[in-house]
């Protein structure tokens, strides 16, 4: 399991990075994002805080945090293909786009086909 911690308080941040010393990993390379914000769209993302949907509550100690941060992975992350690298994500982006427009296009064809003009 490898973890990026990305937080706005710099208190919680360094908590967090401390007690997972060991699973820190970029966020190029983590499995998810743990976060005090929706930090990120291309991984999951663990909240962290007494705010609405968090994953960990506030207080916490480094057996909670654990804990938690593996039932997470199990519940977001080990059963899934994996979030796609940037350069895949821009791709089913332009793909999403694509079927859009050609579906769009179609349906302005059909209706002015059904529509006799």
């Known amino acids: 399991?490898?973890?990026?911690?990305?937080?706005?308080?710099?208190?919680?941040?360094?908590?967090?990075?401390?007690y997972l010393k060991t699973m820190l990993a970029p966020i190029e390379e983590c499995d998810f994002v743990l976060s005090d914000y929706q930090a990120c769209d291309m991984k999951p993302v663990c909240l962290v805080g007494n705010i609405s949907g968090s994953h960990i509550k506030n207080p916490f100690t480094q057996e909670s945090l654990l804990a938690d941060c593996k039932i997470f992975y199990a519940n977001y992350c080990q059963d899934k293909l994996g979030a796609l690298s940037p350069k895949d994500s821009k791709i089913f982006i332009q793909i999403d786009a694509l079927i859009?427009?050609?579906?769009?296009?179609?349906?302005?064809?059909?209706?002015a086909l059904l529509s006799g003009k």
């Open 1 to 18: 399991m490898k973890i990026a911690v990305v937080c706005e308080s710099e208190l919680l941040q360094k908590s967090l990075e401390m």
């Open 100 to 111: 859009e427009e050609t579906l769009a296009d179609f349906r302005h064809k059909l209706y």
